[in-house]
């Protein structure tokens, strides 16, 4: 499915949240940057399920040249756009799940609307607790559904009518924008996930509603 979007994601992607996806991520690369700024260290840093690369690059930019930025993804498709925009970059066909890396290889691994996409969350938050070292910051940035009272009928209407109509008729591939609704109607809400973080045993664990709480950044560092 995402090979098939994958060449109208990007212009979806910001048409669809009216570019407020490029705030979203700004907030995750600044969260990220301020928690490893107690710290010195050489390691790179992971994007999981990094699709074209947006959040890759953000990472890049906001944490600066010196530091190593990856991204893996499921799909290559997707990850061929991300290459082409930053060839220079390491970039990786894998599993979430079962990343080919070694134990501690990170300083930090994020993630930008492609977590609630894996089989298993509790298994991906034990793989991203494996793959960092002590010390290290996992950011988790998805689409949730608002708090604020008046925004919630709203949002449920574009969402669940209005997005899957534009999406699959720009696309060309109406299910793929059914399937998005259903899979953050399925995902769990900020503060259960935060509990399996906790149980997963991360530390420091806390959310950050976005935009009345269209997105939400979770946080968390292995000790």
Request: net charge positive; with cysteine; proline share 7%.
């Amino acid at each position: 499915m995402f090979d098939e979007i994958a060449p109208t994601y990007d212009r979806l992607n910001h048409l669809l949240s009216l570019s407020v996806d490029r705030y979203w991520r700004r907030r995750t690369v600044r969260a990220v940057r301020q928690r490893l700024a107690l710290r010195q260290d050489s390691r790179p840093i992971l994007d999981v399920c990094c699709g074209t690369g947006d959040l890759t690059l953000a990472l890049r930019a906001g944490l600066g040249e010196g530091v190593e930025v990856l991204g893996a993804d499921f799909s290559g498709v997707m990850l061929s756009r991300a290459q082409a925009k930053a060839p220079e970059l390491g970039w990786l066909q894998a599993d979430g799940l079962h990343l080919p890396f070694a134990d501690g290889s990170f300083a930090a691994i994020a993630t930008a609307f492609g977590f609630r996409n894996l089989a298993d969350y509790r298994a991906g938050l034990s793989e991203f607790w494996r793959l960092l070292q002590p010390g290290g910051v996992v950011a988790i940035l998805e689409v949730a559904r608002p708090t604020v009272p008046v925004l919630g009928p709203l949002y449920q209407f574009y969402f669940e009518r209005v997005l899957p109509r534009l999406g699959g008729w720009i696309s060309g591939h109406p299910e793929a924008y059914r399937y998005l609704p259903s899979s953050v109607s399925r995902f769990p809400a900020p503060p259960e996930l935060a509990v399996w973080m906790r149980e997963a045993q991360f530390r420091a664990v806390e959310y950050q509603r976005l935009s009345g709480g269209i997105a939400t950044l979770h946080l968390g560092i292995r000790p």
